[in-house]
């Protein structure tokens, strides 16, 4: 019994089904299986999902919708965690943005998703977030990485004057920086002092569990 | 007044009359029915008072069809862009079809391939090439370089258009940016031009601030504007083709319904871009078939409507070299936006994706715009080139064509000749060192800028222009938008530079 309902709870996220697996996840609880196992067996479906997405075979509006299903499916498992006074503890925390003048917010939205999937802590600042409050979220949130998102030239270079904030607020040394979009590259990230810089969401969620070392 | 290409044939139609009003009632019902969020006040003000539903905690604004359809007609059908040179005006619509230069942040080095931002010098020099070109007709000096060694972020539109405006006398283009546009209006001004800026809108469905204040800026002062029409398939539209046409087409009217709001026969152009995303990278496929078939689509659309096009497919290829996949990929989209109807194409000089720029490239693509120039002109069937007569005179062989008058008198008109392609016989090439269109094309430029001098501004014009760049560094330095460390090196780049 407790099998099957942990194999349809992969089978939810494998179907990209968002409420399924949110159903399957309550009904896992109300059966009595262990929170942390029924998350197990989640992070191991998304990360079959991740391998075929890998290899070519999936692509990326699958990724994604799988990560959203994991997504549907974990505030219900945490609360049970909470609950019965379980630690389960977050990979690290990161704060993302769109930067200001900046209005794109499907990249950074990708990451986000992916990286709730993989464990982390996300808070989502949202897209033409002022250099300002790029600050205030790090010393108010002090997350493990800032994830900045540009995707026109023109607010390539707000990233720039993010960096700079964050090094005159004296907090620059407390964060890893990251940035990613189209219009930018490694030599450009370097060149505005971020710690490291992938176009990609999949390849961004690797880059920070390597700056991470997890 | 420059004519560019005239159309002289019938425009490419991919869709059927039934099909583009299918589109088009969608749109409709997308906009009455879901709506569109417009994160601007004034704006939705003007919407409310015209009728349209508006939700102001949403800020979602709900269009009623009527209003839209009324908008749509009194968009008017072309425009002028001026250009500092009377001569060099833009008539834009209809079926005259003209280039502008892509767009690409960096400077990117021929050898290496590699990236670098731009220096004044070289940004000067593909200004001066983008004037000499035959086939740039909107020579565009600020959505190129965007990334500038020594100049601070917020000033780089304005140096750019400033240095454009210093290295040719075509019609510019401006955008908006953090109020840049406060300044770009009183350069337009002063020089008698109106820059035909292009306006971001976010899919789906989302006007953000900025563009709204910049366009309520720019109708009043009577420029005509571009607001970009700009949808990545698969994530922020359907991926199917005809569904983000419907939601492609519904940002054209939100437009349209907002410019005529603001000042009814306001001019504006659309500026579009409809392209699948990668599936396995997530970034825009730029240079594929679907963004020509979008382009071609869109551009029947705003035929229909009589608004001018500015179709973005083939203006950029995801290439990161000057190659035969940047060539393939940039020549169809322009060809087939060129056959379907679009007015401005966006084009030479610009790849992997807007990152690079470089004018080897712009003289490479202008040959491409001169041979879809050539296409576009068709085949002339009059008395005269029929030749009938000289058909019969000349007989069969020993007959020929070579010396008759005929030939010497159509031959310039009839045929194009590229400028810097290899058409060398075998053993001509071998003799010359085996040059390349690449290599010919990087002689053109060594040529041109030895050579070509663009008529400078006037004095009068400089110390205009210099009066309003300089307010507009106080106005950024004040408002903090230029750090101390910036300030700096700017000063001394541009005293280098004097």
């Given amino acids: 019994m407790q099998n099957l309902i942990l194999e349809n709870l992969a089978r939810a996220l494998k179907d990209y089904d968002a ?3 949110a159903r399957w996840a309550r009904t896992a609880i109300e059966q009595g299986i262990a929170p942390l196992q029924a998350l197990e067996t989640l992070t191991e479906a998304i990360r079959e999902v991740g391998d075929a997405f890998a290899t070519g075979e999936c692509f990326l509006p699958e990724l994604v919708s799988a990560a959203e299903a994991m997504q549907a499916a974990m505030p219900i498992l945490e609360q049970e965690l909470h609950r019965t006074g379980v630690a389960r503890g977050s990979v690290g925390k990161v704060v993302a943005g769109t930067v200001a003048g900046d209005i794109h917010n499907i990249g950074k939205s990708m990451l986000c998703t992916l990286l709730v999937a993989d464990g982390f802590e996300v808070i989502d600042l949202g897209i033409d977030v002022p250099t300002d409050r790029f600050v205030e979220a790090v010393r108010q949130h002090q997350p493990d990485v800032l994830a900045m998102s540009a995707l026109l030239t023109i607010t390539a270079l707000e990233q720039r004057n993010v960096i700079e904030a964050l090094k005159e607020a004296g907090i620059r040394d407390q964060v890893k920086v990251v940035v990613g979009g189209g219009a930018i590259n490694e030599q450009f990230a370097a060149s505005i002092g971020a710690d490291g810089y992938d176009p990609t969401a999949p390849g961004g969620v690797k880059l920070i569990r390597q700056l991470l070392g997890k | 007044m420059l004519k560019g290409f005239t159309r002289q044939y019938k425009p490419l139609d991919l869709l059927t009359e039934e099909e583009t009003e299918a589109i ?8 009455e029915k879901t709506g569109m969020r417009v994160e601007h006040d004034r704006a939705l003000r003007l919407y409310a008072e015209h009728g349209c539903r508006v939700d102001w905690e949403a800020r979602r604004v709900r269009i009623p069809s009527g209003l839209v359809e009324e908008c749509l007609r009194q968009v008017p059908s072309g425009y002028i862009l001026r250009a500092r040179d009377p001569d060099k005006d833009l008539m834009v619509g209809g079926n005259t079809v003209y280039f502008m230069q892509g767009m690409g942040m960096r400077y990117v080095d021929l050898d290496t391939w590699e990236a670098r931002p731009a220096t004044i010098q070289e940004h000067r020099e ?16 600020v959505f190129f370089y965007m990334d500038r060694q020594g100049i601070p972020p917020v000033m780089v539109m304005l140096e750019n258009l400033v240095s454009g405006l210093r ?13 840049c546009e406060i ?6 001004q002063a020089l008698g031009i109106n820059l035909n800026p292009e306006l971001d809108t976010a899919s789906p469905l989302t006007l953000y601030g900025g563009s709204v204040e910049a366009a309520f800026r720019y109708v009043e002062a009577g420029i005509p504007i571009q607001p970009c029409s700009s949808i990545t398939m698969g994530a922020e539209g359907p991926v199917t083709l005809a569904g983000s046409m419907v939601l492609g087409v519904a940002i054209v009217m939100a437009w349209a319904v907002l410019t005529q709001l603001i000042r009814p026969g306001a001019p504006m152009s659309i500026q579009h871009g409809l392209k699948p995303m990668d599936m396995q990278r997530g970034s825009p496929r730029f240079g594929s078939p679907e963004y020509a078939l979008t382009g071609a689509a869109m551009n029947q659309m705003l035929r229909k409507y009589g608004i001018p096009s500015c179709p973005g497919s083939g203006f950029t290829s995801t290439s990161k070299k000057i190659d035969f996949q940047a060539g393939y990929e940039k020549a169809m989209g322009a060809l087939l936006s060129a056959l379907s109807g679009g ?3 966006i084009f030479q000089g610009g790849s992997c994706a ?13 040959d491409v715009a001169g041979w879809i120039g050539r296409f576009l002109q068709g085949i002339t069937v009059t008395d005269e080139t029929l030749a009938i007569d000289l058909i019969n005179q000349i007989g069969p062989i020993p007959g020929h064509y070579l010396s008759a008058a005929h030939t010497r008198e159509w031959m310039r008109r009839e045929l194009f000749l590229p400028k810097v392609a290899d058409l060398e016989p075998y053993a001509a090439w071998i003799r010359s060192g085996k040059q390349d269109a690449m290599a010919l094309a990087r002689k053109r430029m060594e040529q041109i800028l030895a050579t070509h001098q663009p008529q400078p501004l006037t004095p009068d014009q400089e110390q205009a222009i210099e009066d309003i760049l300089k307010e507009a560094r106080n106005y950024y330095r004040q408002r903090g938008l230029i750090s101390d460390a910036e300030w700096t090196t700017y000063m001394r780049t541009l005293e280098s530079q004097i």
């Fill in chain 2, 126 to 141: 593909a200004m001066i090439v983008a004037d000499a070109l035959e086939n740039v007709h909107l020579a565009d000096g």
């Fill in chain 2, 167 to 179: 290295h040719s006398t075509k019609a510019e283009q401006f955008g908006y940016q953090k109020d």
């Fill in chain 2, 24 to 31: 088009h009632r969608g749109a409709l019902y997308v906009l």
């Fill in chain 2, 343 to 345: 007015n401005l194409l």
């Fill in chain 1, 19 to 21: 409420q399924a697996a």
């Fill in chain 2, 354 to 366: 807007e990152l690079l720029y470089h004018p080897v490239l712009s003289i490479l693509d202008d």
């Fill in chain 2, 183 to 188: 300044f770009a209006i009183q350069i337009a």
